[in-house]
C-alpha cells in the first residue's frame, strides 16, 4: 500500500509539472474562405504554420481546426450542422441563418473587414449601368451569398425583374475560381465577387470594375459563433474575439506584414504561387474593422428582402451579441 501511495504521489506531482497546454488541450473548430477578405483567418494560419500561431500564443491549451469553405452559405450549413464552432463569413449568410433558426443559433460576435467586393464587366463589354444588363448574365459566388444578394438587389432597384431561377437577368452562381476563364471567354458578361477575385478578373481577364459596394455601408466580413459555443464556453469565446480585434489592429498597423502573410498562405493552401501584387493591388479597397452593431445589418437585411430571400420584418435584435 506505501508503495502505490508513493507511486500515485509521484504521478501526480509529474503532472502538476507539465506545462497548462500538456494537461488540457481545447479544440475549437473555426471556418473561413480562402479570400483576401478573410486576411485574419489567412494570416492567423500562416503564422500557425511557422510554430507561432496568433491565437494559439494568447490562448493557453488552444488547439485551432481550420476548415476552408467556398462561400457563406455552406459555412452556414456547417454552423448547424456543429461541425463548425465559429467561422468568418459574409453578413448575408449570417442573418439568413440567423433569421432561419429563428434567432436560436446564430450570433454575430464580432465585425473583421468591410468593402472589397465589385461588380466586373468583361474586357469588350460596353455595360455601364444595372438597367444595361437586361438579358445578360452576371456570375456571382453561390446563390444567397453576400455578393449574389447584393447583385440581385442592385438590379431590382433599377427595376429589373430577377427571380432565383431566372427573370429579365440570369444570375448564374458560380464558384470564384471559375469566374476568369468564363469572363474572358464572354459566357457571362459580368462577375460579382469580392478580393482577390475582383483584382484577379481585372489583370486575368481584362475586366473593368462598374460598381463597388460602399464599405461604409456594407460589411463583407463577420466573425459568428453558434450559440451552443457561446453557451458552453463563453470565456473561451471571449478570449479568441479579444485575440481578433488584437490581430485587426496589428493588419491596421503592418499592413506590409499583413500582406505579405496573406499571399504566403493562399500560396501554401493553393500549392500555387500567389501574385503577392495582387494582394497589394486589392488592399486599399478593404477596411479592417471589428467593430459591429444591429445597425450594420440594417442594408444587408434590404437587401435580402429586395432579392426574396427574407420575408416581412423579422426580428433581429437578437443577431450581435458582444460577449
Not at 449570417?94 to 454575430?108: F, K, Q
Not at 464558384?175 to 481585372?202: I, Q
Amino acid at each position: 500500500m506505501r508503495l502505490m501511495l508513493h507511486a500515485a504521489f509521484l504521478f501526480f506531482c509529474t503532472l502538476a509539472a507539465l506545462p497548462a497546454s500538456s494537461q488540457a488541450e481545447t479544440t475549437v473548430r473555426l471556418g473561413y474562405f480562402p479570400n483576401i477578405t478573410h486576411a485574419h483567418a489567412l494570416i492567423a494560419r500562416n503564422m500557425a504554420a511557422e510554430g507561432k500561431g496568433w491565437f494559439e500564443e494568447r490562448i493557453p491549451g488552444l488547439r485551432l481546426e481550420w476548415i476552408s469553405f467556398n462561400a457563406g452559405p455552406s459555412a452556414m450549413e456547417a454552423l448547424f450542422a456543429k461541425t463548425v464552432d465559429l467561422s468568418y463569413v459574409g453578413p448575408n449568410p449570417a442573418l439568413n441563418a440567423h433569421i432561419r433558426s429563428r434567432g436560436e443559433e446564430v450570433r454575430v460576435v464580432a465585425g473583421a473587414v468591410r468593402g472589397g467586393a465589385a461588380l466586373v464587366r468583361g474586357k469588350n463589354s460596353s455595360l455601364a449601368t444595372a438597367g444595361d444588363f437586361r438579358g445578360k448574365r452576371i456570375a456571382t459566388p453561390q446563390l444567397g451569398n453576400t455578393q449574389d444578394i447584393a447583385c440581385r438587389h442592385w438590379l431590382s432597384k433599377a427595376g429589373l425583374a430577377v427571380t432565383m431561377t431566372g427573370g429579365e437577368v440570369s444570375v448564374i452562381p458560380t464558384p470564384n475560381a471559375a469566374m476568369p476563364a468564363l469572363l474572358a471567354r464572354g459566357d457571362v458578361e459580368a462577375a460579382w465577387t469580392v478580393e482577390p477575385w475582383v483584382s484577379r478578373l481585372e489583370q486575368e481577364s481584362g475586366g473593368t470594375v462598374i460598381f463597388f459596394e460602399p464599405p461604409e455601408r456594407s460589411l463583407t466580413t463577420v466573425l459568428v459563433s453558434s450559440r451552443k459555443f457561446m453557451e458552453n464556453a463563453p470565456d473561451l469565446l471571449r478570449q479568441i474575439i479579444n485575440a481578433h480585434r488584437e490581430l485587426s489592429l496589428w493588419i491596421q498597423e503592418h499592413p506590409e506584414e499583413a500582406r505579405q502573410r496573406v499571399a504566403a498562405e493562399l500560396t501554401r493552401q493553393t500549392r500555387r504561387t500567389f501574385p503577392l501584387d495582387l494582394v497589394v493591388h486589392a488592399w486599399p479597397r478593404l477596411v479592417f474593422d471589428d467593430a459591429i452593431s444591429t445597425a450594420d445589418f440594417a442594408f444587408s437585411l434590404e437587401a435580402a428582402r429586395d432579392a426574396g430571400f427574407i420575408k416581412g420584418s423579422p426580428d433581429i435584435s437578437a443577431l450581435v451579441v458582444r460577449p
